[in-house]
């Protein structure tokens, strides 16, 4: 009998120009043997997940360790799994990382369990995130953070220091903080629009970042006028 018609799984994983899409093909689970066969073979550089069944970030992504700079876990199911990752994963190289939609309720699991020293753009918009942890303590390369349409009520200076891009729009958030403007020279780009808060307007928000950071420097309470100590190596 010939096996020649039967298509192997690793003839499921083609890489395209350093790109292994995988998206919407209903995928439950990883294995490790499989990637690790697809990483031998040639150099995964982005591994695109999107729109699958997925319920846990697989150790064996770690087959691609050694050249991966982009993963994309959007539009999965990770919420399904409180321990969505539960033992530590080093991604050394790994610079984006995208895990839009999947209902998460806490980054406590990546923030402990993630080693990605290079990791400059996390998005994690469209989950149910309530708090954000003082991210660059995990992840000091960390630079852009997108966070829109979570559940975050509270929007904590010390837990954004450092980053240069911050979208926290479309949540909870009952108030500004003025001590955000300790954070101007190292902001480029805030958006806070779509939260509880009513002040400041919508008038200075539409004006953009400098605008909202020039609206917080005026409201530090007296003796509060201090630099946040900058970490950016």
């Not at 298509?7 to 995928?27: I, M, N």
């Not at 450092?162 to 190292?186: M, W």
């Amino acid at each position: 009998m010939t096996h020649d018609n039967i298509e192997q799984p690793s003839a499921l994983w083609v890489v395209k120009s350093g790109t292994l899409d995988r998206s919407s093909c209903k995928l439950r689970e990883l294995d490790y043997a499989e990637l690790n066969t697809v990483a031998t073979d040639a150099t995964v550089k982005s591994l695109i997940l999107h729109h699958n069944l997925l319920q846990q970030i697989y150790p064996a992504i770690a087959a691609f360790a050694n050249t991966m700079v982009n993963l994309d876990l959007s539009h999965n199911k990770l919420s399904l799994n409180a321990e969505y990752l539960a033992q530590p994963l080093s991604l050394p190289l790994l610079q984006t990382l995208n895990l839009t939609s999947n209902a998460l309720p806490s980054l406590d699991p990546l923030v402990q369990y993630l080693l990605a020293p290079k990791l400059a753009s996390l998005n994690m918009s469209f989950n149910r995130i309530i708090a954000l942890p003082f991210l660059r303590g995990a992840f000091p390369a960390l630079s852009t953070l997108l966070a829109s349409n979570n559940a975050i009520v509270e929007l904590d200076v010390e837990s954004v220091r450092g980053l240069q891009t911050l979208d926290v729009s479309s949540n909870e958030i009952e108030h500004l903080p003025p001590q955000l403007a300790l954070l101007q020279g190292q902001m480029r780009t805030l958006m806070v629009g779509g939260n509880k808060f009513r002040v400041p307007g919508w008038g200075v928000l539409e004006k953009g970042t400098d605008e909202i950071l020039k609206w917080c420097k005026l409201r530090i309470p007296a003796g509060e006028e201090g630099s946040v100590v900058d970490e950016i190596d």
